[in-house]
């Protein structure tokens, strides 16, 4: 018996539940139904790994309609590498396109801040488990930097591995908090570091502009989350883009000449939401 | 639950040389427990958790950063671990293992494992990971991939693995039994054997195979851990068609093929594996007692054969 053509016909198994091309391969045809044990094993994997990794998604639609979303998303996503820790990163695109078809047939409804609920519980996935920061910008650092004469507005600043900025429908951030921190089985969201929005603050959100901006990051490992205004976008889009101070409150002051640039920058402090490579400075420690 | 009818084999078991042979009963690691753990006693205050020892699933902590990581940090300051890899296919596939391997081999220069161990299965084909153990048929051509799998895994994280023997559900054509088949592959690769004994007792149960003619074809100097594990009757055929759902309290007729198998094969790092259905940790610990006893009894037996010898000699 021939190797591959085995896995071949095991694939094809897998991936259609047709079991003929496993005929040859059985010992005895009456229990080519014990096939099943495999494929319902390949199904529940990765289905279990989507419910994990998308638990706003799986509580707001309940396991049972999840299961079956999550089912079809394995059937037109399969894994492809040999983990399942970050699975589903086009699950909430997968829900969208899903969203225009059933808008088209008016077959089922599904509710539109269902692919935000998604975006959101896979960027707080991404923030969770991005690297660690090894170059975090202090207090202490931008202290050194002034007493040997540098000018740290500057200097080349990133934002760290766990910042994720992502634009969303206005409220969704409060929907998919309610659902977070409701859920006795998945790990609290740290709300209330100083600084930081509270729910209350959040449910103002949904009289704000029709989109909101949310930004995500991990402090002493627990991720953190809060809505950015309009002038703290701006700062943090150039962050990224540019990565120099100065530049960047400067786009934050010219949306709104009142923004208090020394609370937000010390926020960012307390919140190690910036590296710095300090490298070029000789910074000893 | 039946009872498996087991032939104690009396010769004092030779002890393995792999790694690992200072381990006792450890247990699977699930981080719902870690606080539990982590409220242990310390091991020289408590003999009890002297020996006790944790085992991941090695892709778990396939991850750049963050909690899950220093998770496992916590637990390596205290205890040792192995790394139990699921996601390597080694049966298969192997154009793909590159970066696996690369990840693996990250983790393992970190936490420096007592023991790293894999399956003889595969779960990758045509681009896609299938997530779970899909079975090898057991002749030469699967053999030899199996073989080029272990070969290429070991050279790329430099170290010797065990592989685990697979639970069977149904039976596919074959050129040899299943002991043959790992033994072959453990001898030409150079790796070592996990002997699941859930796994063969469901291999038994499922197949009709004779689980101690199963151990008593595996020589000892290649077994460098047991695994022991619960298991499930089948939603829709019962009895007939057990599941290797970790999801159970191990059952009595495992407990009994885990002492027959420390009659052969001596001393051995024993896990108890649980993944689903999670009890609360302190079950847990029970079970892993329960092994641990299983280890001092089977020390205690050899300890005497030893003595009886040393009197006839
Ligand atoms: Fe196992």
Same mark, same amino acid.
Request: hydrophobic fraction near 40%; glycine fraction near 6%; proline fraction near 5%.
């Given at each position: 018996?021939?190797?591959?053509?085995?896995?071949?016909?095991?694939?094809?198994?897998?991936?259609?539940?047709?079991?003929?091309?496993?005929?040859?391969?059985?010992?005895?045809?009456?229990?080519?139904? $014990?096939?099943?044990?495999?494929?319902?094993?390949?199904?529940?994997?990765?289905?279990?790994?989507?419910?994990?990794?998308?638990?706003?998604?799986?509580?707001?639609?309940?396991?049972?309609?999840?299961?079956?979303?999550?089912?079809?998303?394995?059937?037109? &996503?399969?894994? =492809?590498?040999?983990?399942?820790? !970050?699975? !589903?990163?086009?699950?909430?695109?997968?829900?969208?396109?899903?969203?225009?078809?059933? =808008?088209?047939?008016?077959?089922?409804?599904?509710?539109?801040?269902?692919?935000?609920?998604?975006?959101?519980?896979?960027?707080?996935?991404?923030?969770?488990?991005?690297?660690?920061?090894?170059?975090?910008?202090?207090?202490?650092?931008?202290?050194?930097?002034?007493?040997? !004469?540098?000018?740290?507005?500057?200097?080349?600043?990133?934002?760290?591995?766990?910042?994720?900025?992502? $634009?969303?429908?206005?409220?969704?951030?409060?929907?998919?908090?309610?659902?977070?921190?409701?859920?006795?089985?998945?790990?609290?969201?740290?709300?209330?570091?100083?600084?930081?929005?509270?729910?209350?603050?959040?449910?103002?959100?949904?009289?704000?502009?029709?989109?909101?901006?949310?930004?995500?990051?991990?402090?002493?490992?627990?991720?953190?989350? $809060?809505?950015?205004?309009?002038?703290?976008?701006?700062?943090?889009?150039?962050?990224?883009?540019?990565?120099?101070?100065?530049?960047?409150?400067?786009?934050?002051?010219?949306?709104?000449?009142?923004?208090?640039?020394?609370?937000?920058?010390?926020?960012?402090?307390?919140?190690?939401?910036?590296?710095?490579?300090?490298?070029?400075?000789? &910074?000893?420690? | 639950?039946?009872?498996?009818?087991?032939?104690?084999?009396?010769?004092?078991?030779?002890?393995?040389?792999?790694?690992?042979?200072?381990?006792?009963?450890?247990?699977? +690691?699930?981080?719902?427990?870690?606080?539990?753990?982590?409220?242990?006693?310390?091991?020289?205050?408590?003999?009890?958790?002297?020996?006790?020892?944790?085992?991941?699933?090695?892709?778990?902590?396939?991850?750049? *950063?963050?909690?899950? #990581?220093?998770?496992?940090?916590?637990?390596?300051?205290?205890?040792?671990?192995?790394?139990?890899?699921?996601?390597?296919?080694?049966?298969?596939?192997?154009?793909?293992?590159?970066?696996?391997?690369?990840?693996?081999?990250?983790?393992?220069?970190?936490?420096?494992?007592?023991?790293?161990?894999?399956?003889?299965?595969?779960?990758?084909?045509?681009?896609?990971?299938?997530?779970?153990?899909?079975?090898?048929?057991?002749?030469?051509?699967?053999?030899?991939?199996?073989?080029?799998?272990?070969?290429?895994?070991?050279?790329?994280?430099?170290?010797?693995?065990?592989?685990?023997?697979?639970?069977? /559900?149904?039976?596919?054509?074959?050129?040899?039994?299943?002991?043959?088949? #790992?033994?072959?592959?453990?001898?030409?690769?150079?790796? *070592?054997?996990?002997?699941?004994?859930?796994?063969?007792?469901?291999?038994?149960?499922?197949?009709?195979?004779?689980?101690?003619? /199963?151990?008593?074809?595996?020589?000892?100097?290649?077994?460098?851990?047991?695994?022991?594990?619960?298991?499930?009757?089948?939603?829709?055929?019962?009895?007939?068609?057990?599941?290797?759902?970790?999801?159970?309290?191990?059952?009595?007729?495992?407990?009994? +093929?885990?002492? /027959?198998?420390?009659?052969?094969?001596?001393?051995?790092?024993?896990?108890?594996?649980?993944?689903?259905?999670?009890?609360?940790?302190?079950? +847990?610990?029970?079970?892993?007692?329960?092994?641990?006893?299983?280890?001092?009894?089977?020390?205690?037996?050899?300890?005497?054969?030893?003595?009886?010898?040393?009197?006839?000699?």
């Amino acid at each position: 018996m021939a190797f591959s053509p085995y896995i071949d016909a095991f694939t094809d198994y897998l991936r259609t539940g047709d079991t003929r091309g496993m005929n040859d391969y059985c010992v005895d045809a009456t229990q080519l139904k $014990r096939l099943a044990v495999y494929r319902n094993g390949f199904y529940k994997g990765c289905i279990d790994a989507l419910a994990a990794n998308f638990p706003v998604c799986e509580k707001s639609l309940g396991r049972e309609y999840f299961n079956q979303l999550a089912r079809l998303y394995v059937d037109h &996503y399969p894994p =492809e590498i040999g983990t399942l820790v !970050g699975y !589903g990163e086009y699950f909430p695109y997968f829900i969208r396109d899903l969203l225009e078809v059933l =808008e088209q047939q008016e077959s089922m409804r599904l509710s539109a801040s269902l692919v935000d609920l998604a975006r959101l519980d896979y960027a707080w996935l991404t923030s969770l488990m991005s690297a660690d920061a090894t170059q975090t910008l202090t207090a202490e650092k931008i202290t050194w930097l002034v007493e040997h !004469g540098e000018d740290f507005t500057q200097a080349q600043v990133t934002l760290s591995a766990s910042v994720d900025l992502l $634009r969303v429908n206005a409220g969704t951030l409060n929907q998919w908090l309610g659902f977070k921190t409701n859920s006795p089985d998945v790990e609290p969201l740290v709300l209330l570091p100083e600084g930081h929005m509270n729910l209350s603050e959040l449910s103002q959100a949904d009289s704000a502009p029709a989109v909101d901006t949310v930004m995500f990051w991990r402090l002493n490992d627990a991720v953190q989350a $809060r809505l950015l205004s309009v002038p703290e976008v701006a700062l943090m889009r150039a962050l990224q883009d540019v990565g120099v101070l100065e530049k960047a409150f400067a786009a934050a002051l010219a949306l709104d000449p009142s923004f208090d640039v020394s609370e937000v920058f010390s926020a960012c402090l307390q919140n190690e939401i910036l590296d710095i490579d300090l490298t070029k400075y000789n &910074y000893k420690n | 639950m039946e009872q498996v009818r087991l032939k104690a084999n009396v010769s004092s078991p030779q002890q393995s040389r792999l790694a690992g042979a200072q381990l006792g009963a450890g247990l699977g +690691l699930k981080l719902e427990h870690l606080d539990d753990i982590l409220a242990l006693p310390r091991a020289d205050t408590l003999p009890a958790v002297e020996s006790l020892w944790f085992e991941v699933h090695t892709e778990n902590y396939f991850v750049a *950063g963050g909690p899950r #990581l220093n998770a496992l940090r916590s637990i390596r300051d205290n205890y040792d671990v192995s790394f139990h890899g699921v996601g390597g296919s080694l049966g298969y596939d192997h154009q793909s293992m590159h970066e696996h391997i690369q990840q693996v081999k990250a983790l393992i220069n970190e936490f420096q494992p007592v023991l790293v161990s894999e399956h003889a299965v595969w779960s990758r084909s045509g681009g896609t990971y299938f997530a779970d153990l899909m079975p090898l048929p057991r002749t030469q051509d699967a053999l030899q991939s199996l073989v080029d799998g272990v070969d290429r895994f070991q050279s790329g994280i430099g170290r010797r693995i065990l592989i685990e023997n697979p639970s069977n /559900y149904l039976d596919f054509t074959s050129e040899m039994d299943e002991p043959a088949f #790992l033994v072959e592959a453990a001898r030409r690769s150079g790796c *070592g054997l996990l002997i699941d004994i859930n796994n063969l007792y469901l291999s038994s149960k499922n197949t009709g195979i004779d689980a101690a003619q /199963y151990l008593s074809q595996i020589p000892v100097e290649l077994v460098g851990e047991i695994h022991i594990a619960g298991h499930d009757p089948d939603p829709e055929l019962g009895q007939a068609l057990l599941i290797d759902s970790h999801a159970s309290p191990v059952d009595l007729a495992v407990w009994e +093929l885990l002492q /027959y198998a420390l009659t052969l094969f001596g001393h051995q790092p024993v896990l108890v594996e649980r993944d689903a259905n999670l009890p609360p940790f302190a079950e +847990l610990m029970n079970e892993r007692q329960q092994a641990q006893d299983c280890l001092e009894q089977c020390r205690h037996e050899a300890a005497s054969a030893n003595v009886s010898l040393g009197e006839i000699r």
